[in-house]
């Protein structure tokens, strides 16, 4: 059974780096049979895919366009992790985050979420 | 930019059938899109029903079905029970390698 632990902290100040990780057991951050991916929820903007990191002999990235400018994902072997960071951020950027796994166009596990908050 | 359209909100009677549906901006939605599908509850991650259009995961109720309808992707669940009273929502793949999630339907089952 795959287990994603989400850790970081819930609040950011403005202009600040938001940076979550996601911990992975029961599967490997560098399997070539799936994708990671960040995706994040607000009242305002709903359910908003952020985008994904997947090794096939090497990592491959994927971002949104809204936030391509601003995002960083890595997979981390060693720690066997996924990681997050949004740069520049407004109070826009509030919602609660996720990771989750997608495997064979199946997004099938997810993290627990991480309500983050940006305010001074 | 690419949208992706869901019902806002449907009701549906303890017992009966109610077709949820999940329509792309970009045009008719195919098997290529990979449609998934999911079920959230207040406080609780999504949870996975469908993917790839009309797969189920182990967890999946048999009243849960997708389909594709119309040029759009489609969840359908007959024999309503209570406990489905919940907020669903799709997610499409498009080609450049990016998914857009649907703004939701809200079932009330009433």
């Known amino acids: 059974q795959v287990h994603l632990q989400q850790s970081g902290p819930g609040l950011v100040r403005p202009s600040q780096t938001l940076s979550l990780t996601c911990a992975i057991s029961g599967d490997s951050v560098s399997t070539n049979t799936a994708a990671w991916n960040w995706i994040r929820q607000s009242p305002s903007r709903g359910l908003e895919w952020l985008g994904r990191?997947?090794?096939?002999?090497?990592?491959?990235?994927d971002y949104a366009v809204s936030v391509k400018s601003r995002i960083t994902i890595n997979g981390d072997i060693s720690k066997n992790q996924l990681s997050l960071r949004l740069n520049s951020v407004t109070p826009d950027d509030t919602a609660i985050y996720y990771c989750?796994?997608?495997?064979?166009?199946?997004?099938?596990?997810w993290g627990q979420g991480t309500l983050v908050t940006v305010s001074s | 930019q690419t949208v992706v359209t869901q019902e806002p909100s449907l009701t549906v009677s303890p017992g009966g059938t109610v077709t949820l549906t999940c329509a792309s901006s970009?045009?008719?939605?195919?098997?290529?899109?990979?449609p998934n599908w999911f079920q959230q509850k207040s406080g609780q991650p999504p949870r996975p029903l469908i993917y790839a259009t009309s797969n189920k995961h182990s967890w999946t109720p048999v009243r849960f079905s997708g389909s594709l309808l119309g040029g759009k992707a489609a969840l359908t669940l007959s024999g309503v029970q209570p406990e489905d009273d919940a907020e669903y929502y799709c997610v499409l793949y498009f080609g450049g390698s990016y998914w857009v999630f649907g703004g939701g339907t809200e079932l009330t089952v009433l």
């Open positions: 970009t045009g008719a939605v195919t098997s290529g899109n990979y």
């Open positions: 990191t997947y090794y096939r002999s090497g990592w491959y990235l």
């Open positions: 989750a796994r997608d495997q064979d166009w199946a997004f099938d596990f």
